[in-house]
C-alpha cells in the first residue's frame, strides 16, 4: 500500500526545488530599463528641442531638425552643427533675456524634459562623433534637475537656479576640444551654494577614447557613489556625492559650438540609443 508513495514523493518536491530556486533568482537585485528609445523615429513622448542660450555659444538652436540639425534616420540620431553659410537671426535667449547675436551656424538639442525622468538609477546612450577634435567642438550627453528654471519653463515648480538642489547637473560624455581629438570629460558640478555658483573642474575626469567610434557611456548610482562606465568598463568613480543629487533628473543630447573659429566638414553626433534602469 505505501510503495506508490514512495516512488511518488521525489516526483512531489522536484518542481517544489525549481520553483524555490527560480523565486531565488527573481529576487535577486538586478537593473531593469524603464525607458529605452532607439531612434527608430523622433518620439515626443520621449524627447523636446530645447531652445536656450548658454556658455556664450556661438551656434544657434533650432527646432523641428530644421537645416538637418536633428535628423533621424537609418535607426540613430543625428545631432549637427550646420553653417548655413550667411548670418541669419537668432530667438535664443540667456538666462537674463538676452538674445543671442545673429549667426551662420545652427545645432540640434533635444531634452526629456518633463518628458522622462527619474531620480537615481542608471543612464546609458550609445554614440560616437564624427571627425572629433576640430576647435570649437562641444557635444554632449548630460542630466540636469527637473526643477530647472531654465526654458523650456512649463511646470511651477521650474524655479530652481542651476546647480542647486533641484537643478544639479552630471556631465557623463562632454568632448571640449580644447586639447584635440581623442578624449572626453565625466564630471559632476559641485555645487556652491549659490546660483550660479558650480565648481567644472574638482570633480571631473578626461578620459581617452577613438570618439569616432560607438561607445556606450553611462553613469550610475551605487549606494552613495557616482559611477561613470566607459563601455561597462569603471573609468570614473566619485564617492560620497551620489545623494547630492535626490531630485529627478532629465537627460540632454546637444551638440555646440563654442568658439567662433570657423568651422571645417560635418560635425555630427549620432546617437544609437538611450536607456535608463533601475536597481531591484
Not at 95 to 119: L, M, P, Q
Not at 141 to 162: F, I, K, S, T, Y
Request: with cysteine; charged share 30%.
Amino acid at each position: 500500500m505505501f510503495k506508490p508513495l514512495i516512488f511518488a514523493t521525489p516526483m512531489l518536491f522536484l518542481p517544489l526545488a525549481y520553483a524555490g530556486e527560480n523565486d531565488t533568482a527573481e529576487a535577486t537585485p538586478r537593473w531593469h530599463v524603464d525607458f529605452y528609445d532607439d531612434f527608430e523615429s523622433f518620439n515626443p513622448d520621449h524627447w523636446q528641442d530645447q531652445i536656450l542660450w548658454v556658455n556664450d555659444e556661438d551656434q544657434c538652436y533650432v527646432r523641428d531638425n530644421q537645416f538637418n540639425t536633428r535628423e533621424v534616420s537609418a535607426g540613430t540620431l543625428k545631432l549637427r552643427v550646420v553653417n548655413i553659410g550667411e548670418d541669419r537671426p537668432c530667438d535664443n535667449l540667456d538666462k537674463s533675456g538676452e538674445k543671442h547675436h545673429d549667426t551662420r551656424y545652427v545645432a540640434g538639442r533635444i531634452a526629456s524634459k518633463n518628458r522622462k525622468e527619474f531620480v537615481k538609477g542608471k543612464w546609458t546612450a550609445r554614440l560616437r562623433t564624427w571627425g572629433n577634435g576640430q576647435t570649437g567642438m562641444f557635444p554632449a550627453w548630460w542630466l540636469l534637475g527637473a526643477r530647472n528654471n531654465e526654458p523650456p519653463v512649463q511646470e511651477p515648480d521650474e524655479n530652481v537656479c542651476w546647480p542647486m538642489t533641484g537643478s544639479g547637473e552630471i556631465d557623463i560624455f562632454e568632448h571640449h576640444s580644447d586639447g584635440g581629438a581623442g578624449h572626453y570629460a565625466a564630471r559632476m558640478i559641485k555645487s556652491l551654494g549659490n546660483c550660479d555658483g558650480g565648481d567644472w573642474q574638482s570633480l571631473m575626469k578626461v578620459i581617452d577614447a577613438d570618439l569616432d567610434e560607438f561607445h556606450e557611456y553611462s553613469v550610475e548610482w551605487r549606494d552613495k557613489d557616482l559611477v561613470f562606465r566607459l563601455d561597462g568598463t569603471e573609468v570614473y568613480r566619485i564617492s560620497g556625492h551620489g545623494d547630492d543629487f535626490p531630485e529627478p533628473l532629465f537627460a540632454i543630447l546637444n551638440y555646440a559650438k563654442i568658439k567662433p573659429d570657423p568651422m571645417q566638414g560635418e560635425w555630427v553626433m549620432e546617437v544609437d540609443w538611450v536607456k535608463h534602469e533601475y536597481w531591484e
